[in-house]
């Protein structure tokens, strides 16, 4: 049996990010991370640091996130300090990218919502022109059904797998200790100390965390939370490395900082299915060269799908268990976007029990409550 102050499960972003955290705040943090053959949501994901369409119907979580983008160009320093790790961070805004008026005025209507959701606080996206659009990413021909895009000055973008890496490196030169191939089984208390039983042995700790995205709904039972999440597939497509031309975060279309250009994404719900389809591939490929017309003469290289966390209303969940006090969720799809303010606000949550204001907002009771609040015709 090895003893810390915290258990984090999942060594995805999510978990490591908070264990980081933990770490700056002086605890004692083990991070149990699964084998290398689950979902990996963390390694298949696009890198965005996304602000703009988050937070449909609960505008808190748009604010937590866009507190994320405003603390990221901090978080990003520290980490290649701390890990000699760049992770490649973008910051000068993001587009997502519109095609033809029905797309324009969809885009407008959801923004709208958001922005009358937001009230006082202000959202702070814009509908710009083709023209601003061109001015934006100089050297790019733009297709002809483009008519516009969404702007907003808090997006950005980062190198996900560099952004993982940093995170495990930084966190193991902190003293925090990673250990892979331990997946948790069970989780019990003994009147003191939550108990993580794994294969490669037992931890104990006075707080536990789970952040191991699917991993949660089998585990969160057994320390009294109720966690409802989703799994949903989106595919992605890689290039070959092409001359750097997209300068900035965009929405389904994204050059990294190595070069390749990623096409993506889709939303299918097929349980827990992270195959590729020709069909979903000749839809991204298609409209990437309608939005860009010179990506037509590269070569495809890579092509993958990746199984979504996702909660039912796609904005965040962190909760503190009532029975089991020192019980712990953290979880959403957001991990790149989230893991500055996981490092810093989450972490603290957990050290010293400090709520930011409307953080009460993302607990998992929010589900039971809309059920009683829906009248029944809806």
């Given at each position: 049996?090895?003893?810390?102050?915290?258990?984090?499960?999942?060594?995805?972003?999510?978990?490591?990010?908070?264990?980081?955290?933990?770490?700056?705040?002086?605890?004692?943090?083990?991070v149990?991370?699964?084998?290398?053959?689950?979902?990996?949501?963390?390694?298949?994901?696009?890198?965005?640091?996304?602000?703009?369409?988050?937070?449909?119907?609960?505008?808190?979580?748009?604010?937590?996130?866009r507190?994320?983008?405003?603390?990221?160009?901090?978080?990003?320093?520290?980490?290649?300090?701390?890990?000699?790790?760049a992770v490649?961070?973008?910051?000068?805004?993001?587009?997502?990218?519109?095609?033809?008026?029905?797309?324009?005025?969809?885009?407008?209507?959801?923004?709208?919502?958001?922005?009358?959701?937001?009230?006082?606080?202000?959202f702070?996206?814009?509908?710009?022109?083709?023209?601003?659009?061109?001015?934006?990413?100089?050297?790019?021909?733009?297709?002809?059904?483009?008519?516009?895009?969404?702007?907003?000055?808090?997006?950005?973008?980062?190198?996900?797998?560099?952004l993982?890496?940093?995170?495990?490196?930084?966190?193991?030169?902190?003293?925090?200790?990673?250990?892979?191939?331990?997946?948790?089984e069970?989780?019990?208390?003994?009147?003191?100390?939550?108990?993580?039983?794994?294969?490669?042995?037992?931890?104990?700790?006075?707080k536990?965390?789970?952040?191991?995205?699917?991993?949660?709904?089998?585990?969160?039972?057994?320390?009294?939370?109720?966690?409802?999440?989703?799994?949903?597939?989106g595919?992605?497509?890689?290039?070959?490395?092409?001359?750097?031309?997209?300068?900035?975060?965009?929405?389904?279309?994204?050059?990294?900082?190595?070069?390749?250009?990623q096409?993506?994404?889709?939303?299918?719900?097929?349980?827990?299915?992270?195959?590729?389809?020709?069909?979903?591939?000749?839809?991204?490929?298609r409209?990437?060269?309608?939005?860009?017309?010179?990506?037509?003469?590269?070569?495809?290289?890579?092509?993958?799908?990746?199984?979504?966390?996702?909660?039912?209303?796609k904005?965040?969940?962190?909760?503190?268990?009532?029975?089991?006090?020192?019980?712990?969720?953290?979880?959403?799809?957001?991990?790149?976007?989230?893991a500055?303010?996981?490092?810093?606000?989450?972490?603290?949550?957990?050290?010293?029990?400090?709520?930011?204001?409307?953080?009460?907002?993302?607990?998992?009771?929010?589900?039971?409550?809309g059920?009683?609040?829906?009248?029944?015709?809806?």
């Open positions: 049996m090895e003893t810390f102050d915290v258990i984090v499960v999942g060594g995805g972003l999510f978990g490591p990010a908070t264990a980081y955290g933990l770490r700056q705040q002086g605890l004692d943090t083990v149990l991370d699964d084998g290398d053959d689950v979902l990996r949501a963390a390694r298949g994901n696009f890198g965005l640091v996304w602000v703009q369409s988050k937070g449909m119907g609960m505008h808190h979580y748009h604010a937590w996130s507190e994320s983008a405003h603390l990221y160009a901090d978080f990003a320093a520290e980490l290649k300090d701390g890990s000699g790790v490649a961070h973008r910051n000068n805004g993001g587009m997502h990218i519109l095609l033809g008026e029905t797309e324009r005025e969809q885009r407008r209507r959801e923004m709208d919502i958001m922005r009358q959701q937001a009230g006082v606080d202000g702070e996206c814009e509908i710009i022109e083709r023209e601003d659009v061109e001015k934006m990413l100089p050297g790019v021909r733009l297709g002809d059904a483009v008519v516009g895009a969404s702007f907003s000055k808090h997006d950005g973008d980062v190198n996900p797998l560099k993982l890496r940093a995170l495990h490196t930084s966190f193991r030169r902190m003293g925090g200790k990673l250990r892979t191939d331990c997946r948790v069970n989780i019990r208390h003994d009147g003191s100390a939550f108990i993580a039983e794994t294969r490669n042995g037992c931890f104990a700790a006075p536990i965390v789970l952040a191991c995205g699917h991993g949660i709904t089998r585990l969160a039972p057994m320390v009294g939370l109720d966690t409802p999440i989703v799994p949903q597939r595919q992605v497509l890689v290039t070959e490395r092409a001359e750097p031309v997209l300068g900035m975060a965009l929405g389904n279309v994204r050059q990294t900082d190595e070069g390749t250009v096409i993506g994404n889709t939303e299918e719900d097929v349980e827990y299915d992270d195959g590729t389809t020709l069909s979903a591939s000749q839809a991204m490929a409209r990437a060269v309608k939005l860009f017309p010179q990506l037509a003469g590269l070569r495809l290289i890579r092509t993958w799908g990746c199984i979504r966390v996702l909660t039912p209303d904005c965040a969940i962190y909760d503190e268990s009532e029975e089991y006090p020192g019980a712990y969720v953290a979880t959403s799809h957001s991990g790149v976007t989230l500055a303010v996981n490092a810093r606000h989450t972490a603290r949550w957990i050290a010293t029990g400090e709520m930011t204001p409307g953080f009460e907002e993302f607990s998992a009771k929010r589900f039971n409550k059920i009683q609040d829906v009248p029944s015709h809806h």
